[in-house]
């Protein structure tokens, strides 16, 4: 069984664009979770998609958003990118609500310059 | 928000040593996971513990849910040089706001292992 893919897996941006970043799950998994991962603040959560909506959502600005398509694929889009946002963005799918069975993806590399 | 304090940062040891690591709460937990990555790779799940004073074991890894269940530690014995990476703890809060379910992280404790 494929694992969690990401693309792309690194990615260089400026102050001001936006970005998109995909995700595909594990194959039959419904839960898409989304995490920002930085060495100050460490795994930090941004959402969470099943079957399509947003069941959870992290203490991020309006600019980090999300959402998941209809074959549980999702996609994370921020918009005005800062500096702060250079971080690794990892995501996670689950079988189903429980975030402890969730297997991570690589990662993308954001760098904002 | 509820917060996890790992400890130590990072850890510099001899192969063969035993590594002792633990995360700390003010928070009631429910759920507490262990993750390791390795450089260029996401968290990989080595031990879920599910109640209070649970001792489980992974081959060398041995990880303990707290009694108070605001705390967790993770053990490695006999370290060998495949076990550098990060360990991260994160843990399911008994109460979150919102009433759903979010998994909180640890900074991690990043381990290096001298052959």
């Known amino acids: 069984k494929a694992g969690v893919t990401q693309t792309p897996r690194y990615l260089i941006k400026t102050r001001g664009q936006q970005v998109t970043l995909s995700c595909s799950p594990i194959?039959?998994?419904?839960?898409v979770s989304w995490y920002q991962q930085t060495p100050g603040q460490g795994l930090q959560f941004l959402f969470e998609y099943f079957s399509e909506t947003q069941r959870n959502k992290g203490n991020f600005p309006g600019r980090f958003s999300g959402r998941q398509f209809s074959n549980s694929r999702s996609e994370m889009n921020v918009s005005t990118l800062e500096l702060g946002d250079s971080a690794l963005y990892l995501c996670?799918?689950?079988?189903?609500?429980?975030?402890?069975?969730?297997?991570f993806g690589p990662g993308t590399r954001l760098l904002v310059l | 928000g509820q917060q996890l304090n790992q400890s130590p940062q990072s850890m510099f040891i001899q192969e063969g040593e035993d590594v002792s690591m633990n995360c700390t709460s003010s928070?009631?937990?429910?759920?507490w996971l262990w993750y390791k990555q390795d450089p260029g790779e996401g968290p990989v799940l080595l031990i879920a513990?599910?109640?209070?004073?649970e001792l489980t074991s992974n081959g060398r890894l041995t990880a303990q849910f707290g009694i108070t269940r605001k705390d967790s530690f993770l053990n490695i014995s006999a370290s060998i040089p495949s076990d550098v990476g990060i360990y991260f703890c994160?843990?399911?809060?008994?109460?979150?706001?919102?009433?759903?379910?979010?998994?909180?992280f640890g900074k991690g404790t990043k381990l290096t292992v001298n052959p």
């Open positions: 928070s009631i937990f429910n759920t």
């Open positions: 994160a843990g399911l809060p008994l109460i979150t706001q919102g009433g759903s379910e979010k998994l909180v």
């Open positions: 513990l599910y109640k209070a004073g």
């Open positions: 194959s039959g998994h419904r839960s």
């Open positions: 996670a799918s689950a079988p189903g609500g429980n975030q402890e069975t969730q297997y």
